[in-house]
């Protein structure tokens, strides 16, 4: 399902979309990524008068000298007018230990006057499941009921088990902010939940639980520009898959935006006022349920013709939206790096 979400050229000042993405995935990985996602993105980024870039926060260099700051990124200066920077938290497993930097440096580059299409407080309570199911408390759609556990070397005292009265077996669990469908599990009893807090405990990696919705559960994506549905994307697991992502194996389709989810879209734009978001939704047979929110949802791993037409113009749109609030920011808030 697509929407027309285009927004007038305004005068464009932006000529450089810069990500600020850990560089910590494997030589396999970052290839994957590069052609799944990156490559299109640069070419549909130039189309839109844009020169596209990944960076390391640790690329980050700032001087604060008197009355002056300058911002350098690679040892190439840039400033709020020139530059559109997108910083999304990531927070895989192999990117944990970059987090520290890039939540500082996501705030520095908002106080030195940039444009952040994702605004650093949006980008720490989207990524934690917990945190945002608290900030869409008033969803239309009912959340997830989620159950939060912080793993650790006390997690054997089962100081956690208070939290979990309201829950029944069998219970999913997954970390609290990875992505990608990774360490999904499911505990048919008290005895393997208590195995997977303690495996996570190792890696100190805080745990969310939740019911388990049963076999066959599917995941409606919902791309949001401008604050409207622009394209709808309906994951399918295969059989007794846990999550519908398709590197494990789920089919997709682009229906049309369920009218059930409507006002939830108009809820959590009016929340997080992004150019750009996805929003997850569980449909279990019967009903839809809140999943989570991704300000950077990729678009990408096209595995057809048919479906890389679907998604261009949904990168693009993205793309032209910045653009546009990015020229707005500047016209109301603007001033030299």
């Known amino acids: ?15 450089r979309l810069c ?8 030589v396999r990985q970052r290839a994957a990524e590069a052609a799944a996602i990156w490559t299109t993105y640069t070419e549909i980024a130039k189309d839109c008068g844009l020169a596209m ?8 260099a700032v001087e604060a000298v008197g009355d002056e700051h300058r911002v350098f990124l690679d040892g190439e200066r840039i400033t709020p007018e020139d530059t559109i920077l997108v910083t999304s938290l990531w927070s895989l497993p192999h990117q944990v230990q970059e987090v520290c930097n890039q939540l500082f440096a996501y705030s520095i580059l908002e106080q030195a006057g940039f444009y952040l299409p994702i605004q650093p407080r949006m980008s720490y309570i989207t990524t934690d499941k917990m945190a945002t199911m608290l900030y869409l408390r008033d969803c239309p759609v009912p959340r997830v009921p989620t159950v939060r556990i912080g793993t650790g070397r006390d997690s054997i005292s089962r100081h956690y088990e208070p939290v979990l009265e309201k829950l029944d077996f ?14 999904v599990c499911l505990a048919n009893n008290e005895h ?17 639980v939740q019911p388990y919705l049963g076999t066959g559960v599917n995941d409606f994506r919902v ?18 898959s846990l999550t519908a992502n398709l590197v494990n194996g789920g089919r997709l389709e682009y ?37 989570e929110v991704e300000p950077d949802g990729a678009v990408g791993y096209a595995t057809t013709e048919e479906i890389a037409k679907i998604q261009r113009p949904v990168i693009e749109s993205r793309f032209r939206a910045y653009v546009a609030a990015h020229a707005a920011w500047i016209a109301g808030e603007g001033g030299a790096a």
């Open 1 to 15: 399902m697509t929407s027309s979400t285009d927004t007038p050229a305004p005068t464009q000042l932006a000529r």
């Open 19 to 26: 990500w600020i993405y850990p560089d910590r995935g494997t």
């Open 53 to 60: 870039s990944l960076h390391k926060a640790e690329a980050l």
């Open 170 to 183: 069998p219970m999913l669990v997954k970390p609290a902010y990875w992505g990608m469908g990774q360490g």
């Open 192 to 208: 393997e939940l208590r195995g997977l807090i303690g495996l996570a405990g190792g890696a100190d990696t805080a745990l969310v």
């Open 223 to 240: 791309y949001v520009i401008n604050g409207r549905a622009h394209t709808v994307l309906r994951r399918i697991p295969q059989g007794e």
């Open 255 to 291: 229906p049309p935006l369920p009218e059930e989810l409507e006002s939830s879209i108009d809820y959590i734009a009016e929340k997080l006022r992004m150019p750009y978001f996805a929003a997850d939704f569980l449909w279990d047979g019967k009903q839809f349920w809140l999943s």
